[in-house]
T-cell receptor
Framework: EPEVTQTPSHQVTQMGQEVILRCVPISNHLYFYWYRQILGQKVEFLVSFYNNEISEKSEIFDDQFSVERPDGSNFTLKIRSTKLEDSAMYFC??????????????FGPGTRLTVL | AQKVTQAQTEISVVEKEDVTLDCVYETRDTTYYLFWYKQPPSGELVFLIRRNSFDEQNEISGRYSWNFQKSTSSFNFTITASQVVDSAVYFCALVDANRDDKIIFGKGTRLHILP
């Protein structure tokens, strides 16, 4: 069964460093998402991406964040200068069609980011 | 505004007991989807069910059942004959189909099944 994959599973970085979290969505999916879950809290939407551009972003997704689909298979989330409060689990998701009507979002296993 | 409320932060029950996890949602849209996800200690999000706003039929899947009541904006989840493996955090979630496709999650209910 096709699945969303994410690498690495755990990333440890120093405050102020740049990190890139990688996701490989399901191959025929066109809509891509990043969500974040700070430890012990709820899952929060960060950004949605379609047709090589951001469709929507939350207020969490500030100028320190960017997303890219560099090669037609990967979907990346970059944090330019990490802060302690960026420590969280980051989930990638993809869907075949956008919108809740048909577009069930399939989640990856998550990348746990720890900023020291 | 879209909102999902899971009033129960943490629940503990003894194995084999039935347990119901409550979910109340708010939305102005008439077309929306409701979800339940399970997050075991390993951290991944496991999809359990999706229900659209036009289908109020209750659903049963093995030991799991869901009660969707539009009149009270609730989408409750019952585990029958609970097992230790059911211990996890359970999230209720909402998508407004006509607005955008971001998933709005509740804060989750941590369920402990005691042996």
């Amino acid at each position: 069964e096709p699945e969303v994959t994410q690498t690495p599973s755990h990333q440890v970085t120093q405050m102020g460093q740049e990190v890139i979290l990688r996701c490989v969505p399901i191959s025929n999916h066109l809509y891509f998402y990043w969500y974040r879950q700070i430890l012990g809290q709820k899952v929060e939407f960060l950004v949605s991406f379609y047709n090589n551009e951001i469709s929507e972003k939350s207020e969490i997704f500030d100028d320190q964040f960017s997303v890219e689909r560099p090669d037609g298979s990967n979907f990346t989330l970059k944090i330019r200068s990490t802060k302690l409060e960026d420590s969280a689990m980051y989930f990638c998701a993809s869907s075949e069609t956008g919108g809740g009507i048909l577009g069930e979002q399939f989640f990856g296993p998550g990348t746990r980011l720890t900023v020291l | 505004a879209q909102k999902v409320t899971q009033a129960q932060t943490e629940i503990s029950v003894v194995e084999k007991e039935d347990v119901t996890l409550d979910c109340v949602y708010e939305t102005r849209d008439t077309t929306y989807y409701l979800f339940w996800y399970k997050q075991p200690p390993s951290g991944e999000l496991v999809f359990l069910i999706r229900r659209n706003s036009f289908d109020e039929q209750n659903e049963i899947s093995g030991r799991y059942s869901w009660n969707f009541q539009k009149s009270t904006s609730s989408f409750n989840f019952t585990i029958t004959a609970s097992q230790v493996v059911d211990s996890a955090v359970y999230f209720c979630a909402l998508v407004d189909a006509n607005r955008d496709d971001k998933i709005i999650f509740g804060k989750g209910t941590r369920l402990h099944i005691l042996p």
